[in-house]
Every structure is written in structure tokens, then in C-alpha cells.
């Protein structure tokens, strides 16, 4: 009975060829999110939607790219990974903005060879 | 700009006994939200406590509470009675609240093992 989906788990891909991980929830929220985290660090914001409207942060480089279709799904798009895109995904949603809890996906592990 | 500071990369603790996980922050803010998240290894990340800021009584959930100091800005996490499946890196996450995002801040993370 996961509420926040994410797939694959695990994603191998090659320098500079894009990759895409998706999103998905049974929350019906409002709010997604998107972070990344690398090893034994604190995750950080890439970007969120609220609803239909795409929040990016400012030091989120152009190499990343999201698309929210509908309510439930959300996709992390990286245009030319580099080795240093190599990191957890995590998305996570929340009902609305203001305070309410964020609810996490188990993550993508995304490996750049 | 707010920071969020685990001073502890890892704690261990023996089964059935209690353990405080530490978490400072700093902000000019003087309204805002504190929360630990568990993230166990492999799943998805979790919301074990949430404290407001206005409230002076110390929020509590079962095994866990927590030690709110405002003026110290400190924020510290005790497991009393730690059970294996309490194994998991703990992170601090700060809120403001005028925040129309919903963004945390999150700490480093703090790692917990727990003996048998």
C-alpha cells in the first residue's frame, strides 16, 4: 500500500545519455517534489509543482528538467547526466503547501558510468 | 538563510536502551516548524515527530520525544526503549512558517545502529 511510487528503483546510465525517473501517487496531493541526495548527505530541493505550476530552485542546473502530465505522476528528466548527477532521487508530495507533512517515495538510485 | 546542524554522523545504542540524537539550527525567525525524519535503509523516508515552534510543550509520539530549547536553538531526538527496526539515518528538517513552498531544510543526517 505504498502512497508515493517511485520507479525504477535502481537506474544505470551511460555520461551524457538522458534518463528519466518517474513519480507516481495514490495521495492525490497536490504538491510534488523532487530532491536529490547524494551518499550520507542531507537531501536538497531540485524543484517542486504545485498542481500544474513548476517551482525551480535557483541552483538547480539547466541539466534538469521535470514534467508533472497529471496529478498523480511526476518525471525527473536529466538532459546529459555526469558523473556527478550520481545520487538518490527522491520525490515526495504533500497535500498542500503551507504546513503539511511531506510523504517520500523510497527513492531512485542512479548510477552514471 | 536558515542552516540545520547534526553534529552526530553516528550513534549506536543497545537494544531497549535510550538514545538522544542532537540537531541545532539557526534562524532570525521567531515562528517555524522542527521535524525529525527516519529514512531506514532501502525505504522511503518518514516523518517520526513534528514540533511547532510556538509550543512550548515538547512533542511526543510513542517511544520518541523530543527536547525542544527555543533560545538555544536546539532541537534534540530521544528513543527510549530502541528496538532493532529504529536502525535508520535520522534526519532534522526545518521549516519557516510564512514558507508558501513548504520547503525543509534538512541536516546532515545522523546514523543509528542499534545492538542486539
Known amino acids: 500500500d505504498a502512497m508515493v511510487i517511485q520507479n525504477p528503483r535502481y537506474q544505470v546510465t551511460q555520461f551524457g545519455k538522458p534518463v528519466t525517473l518517474s513519480c507516481s501517487q495514490t495521495?492525490?496531493?497536490?504538491?510534488m517534489y523532487w530532491y536529490q541526495q547524494k551518499s550520507s548527505q542531507a537531501p536538497k530541493l531540485l524543484f517542486h509543482?504545485?498542481?500544474?505550476?513548476?517551482?525551480n530552485e535557483a541552483d538547480t542546473p539547466d541539466n534538469f528538467q521535470s514534467r508533472r502530465p497529471n496529478t498523480s505522476f511526476c518525471f525527473l528528466d536529466i538532459r546529459s547526466p555526469g558523473l556527478g548527477d550520481a545520487a538518490m532521487y527522491l520525490c515526495?508530495?504533500?497535500?498542500?503547501?503551507?504546513?503539511?507533512?511531506?510523504?517520500f517515495g523510497a527513492g531512485t538510485r542512479l548510477s552514471v558510468l | 538563510a536558515q542552516t540545520v546542524t547534526q553534529s552526530q554522523p553516528e550513534m549506536s545504542v543497545q537494544e531497549a536502551e535510550t538514545v538522544t540524537l542532537s540537531c541545532t539550527y539557526d534562524?532570525?525567525?521567531?515562528?517555524?516548524?522542527l521535524f525529525w525524519y527516519k529514512q531506514p535503509p532501502s525505504r522511503q523516508m518518514i516523518l517520526v515527530i513534528r514540533?511547532?515552534?510556538?509550543?512550548?510543550q515538547n512533542a511526543t509520539e510513542n517511544r520518541f520525544s523530543v527536547n525542544f530549547q527555543k533560545a538555544a536553538k536546539s532541537f534534540s531526538l530521544k528513543i527510549s526503549d530502541s528496538q532493532l527496526g529504529d536502525a535508520a539515518m535520522y534526519f532534522c528538517?526545518?521549516?519557516?512558517?510564512?514558507?508558501?513552498?513548504?520547503?525543509?531544510?534538512f541536516g546532515g543526517g545522523t546514523r543509528l545502529m542499534v545492538k542486539p
Open positions: 515526495a508530495t504533500s497535500r498542500d503547501l503551507g504546513p503539511h507533512i511531506q510523504y
Open positions: 495521495l492525490n496531493h497536490n504538491v
Open positions: 509543482y504545485y498542481d500544474k505550476d513548476f517551482n
Open positions: 534562524t532570525s525567525e521567531s515562528d517555524y516548524y
Open positions: 514540533q511547532e515552534a510556538y509550543k512550548q
Open positions: 528538517a526545518y521549516r519557516r512558517i510564512n514558507n508558501a513552498g513548504n520547503m525543509l531544510t
